[in-house]
């Protein structure tokens, strides 16, 4: 079905319109490189949602600036410690501390401390993944310095018009601003993540088979991407009769994960959280078709109802333990197992280096 070496638009959209039968050898592909170059391990960063102040407004969002009737929260520092102290104590290799995007002074300052703070009481044990949205490359450097290794910045969509569709507002969101603070990511020293939704509004098959030829242009170490879901506070609300249903957009979202993990075999793929709002074992699903990175969230689960990014989030209204007592059960029904204590860095960059 596909060249083994070259990928062309024609070979990824038709792996991407793969009916039932054809997605069955196009799984089968996937997951033999997952095996062989992967294995069948898969890394945790538990996921810290720092602060749902964001200076943006992404259509699409539920904490987007607008939005009015989401109550702002920032963790304290010692809430932030604490779940760097869970994450150790329950041996997740790594963390992700993810935020609402902020650029003032106060703000970058606070994260190389509480980043200081965490490698030391680590003792550098703890993986630091990022993802606090765009900033400047003195910024990612400082932050990269602090401790921090791994960035996340999804690119949303790699195509020009759509993505100024769903970021109307040109004042705060640039199409090439976005692309720059990915290569200052990487020129910072970080293995370098994005992704993109998956099922926007007006999104075509040909849009998606684009976006993989960019992760593989960008040659990034990581991709994180998931179903678009559709929240119904923010302004791309109105466009819900233009999408595909959820069951349409979650095995879109598969394909793209084995397509991704057939062009791009020694990267890190993240099961993105999103999976899990549409089916409660979409995760795990994810991990059989090709991802190797699970996020559990572990930020204080009173805080947990004001980070939603789409509706149905899952776990929202229960604690961290409830969510991380069943990880290791829910992996080996699928035959994988977890890399406790590992950092679990992207092969691609490891091997690079
Ligand atoms: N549906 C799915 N994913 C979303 N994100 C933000 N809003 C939504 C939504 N409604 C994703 C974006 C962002 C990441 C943190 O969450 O891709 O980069
Ligand atoms: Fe906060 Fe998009 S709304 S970064």
């Known amino acids: 079905m596909v ?20 997605q069955i050898i196009l799984f089968k592909k996937s997951k033999e490189i ?17 602060s749902n102040v964001c200076i943006k407004d992404c259509l699409y969002c539920g904490i987007q600036k607008s939005n009015k009737n989401t109550q702002r929260y920032t963790l304290s520092d010692e809430e932030v410690i604490q779940c760097a102290l869970y994450a150790l104590e329950h041996n997740y290799g790594s963390i992700a501390i993810q ?4 650029t003032d002074p106060l703000f970058i300052s606070k994260i190389t401390h509480l980043l200081k703070g965490i490698k030391k009481l680590s003792n550098g044990k703890l993986g630091i993944t990022l993802s606090l949205g765009e900033q400047t490359l003195e910024t990612y450097k400082e932050w990269f310095d602090a401790g921090a290794h791994r960035y996340l910045l ?10 100024s569709k769903i970021h109307p507002n040109n004042d705060l969101h640039n199409f090439d601003k976005r692309l720059e603070a990915l290569q200052n990511i990487r020129k910072a020293g970080f293995q370098l993540g994005t992704g993109v939704m998956i099922g926007l509004p007006h999104q075509t098959i040909g849009n998606l088979a684009d976006d993989l030829l960019f992760l593989k242009a960008l040659d990034v170490d990581m ?42 075999k020694d ?3 993240v099961a993105a959280t999103a999976l899990q709002a549409i089916d409660k074992i979409g995760r795990e699903k994810a991990i059989r078709y090709g991802a190797n990175i699970l996020m559990p969230n572990i ?55």
Not at 3 to 22: H, P, V
Not at 34 to 50: A, F, M, P, W
Request: glycine content about 6%; charged content about 25%.
């Open 3 to 22: 060249n083994q070496t070259s990928f062309y638009k024609k070979d990824l959209i038709t792996m991407l319109n793969a009916d039932e039968e054809d």
């Open 34 to 50: 997952t095996d062989s170059l992967i294995g069948n391990k898969v890394h945790l960063r538990g996921l810290i949602e720092y």
């Open 99 to 102: 935020s609402g995007e902020r």
């Open 154 to 163: 999804r690119i949303e969509t790699s195509n020009r018009a759509l993505y």
């Open 223 to 264: 991709v994180g991407m998931g179903p678009y879901i559709e929240h119904f506070e923010t302004p791309l609300f109105e466009a819900r009769h233009l999408l595909k249903t959820p069951q349409e957009r979650l095995d879109l979202t598969f394909k793209m994960i084995a397509s991704l993990r057939i062009i791009m």
């Open 267 to 269: 990267i890190n793929i």
């Open 299 to 353: 930020t204080p689960g009173n805080f947990r109802n004001n980070y939603k990014l789409y509706q149905d989030k899952p776990c929202t209204d229960e604690n961290a333990n409830d969510c991380n007592t069943c990880i290791d059960a829910r992996m080996s029904m699928i035959g994988s197992k977890i890399g406790y204590n590992e950092w679990g860095d992207s092969k691609h960059f490891t091997n690079l280096k």
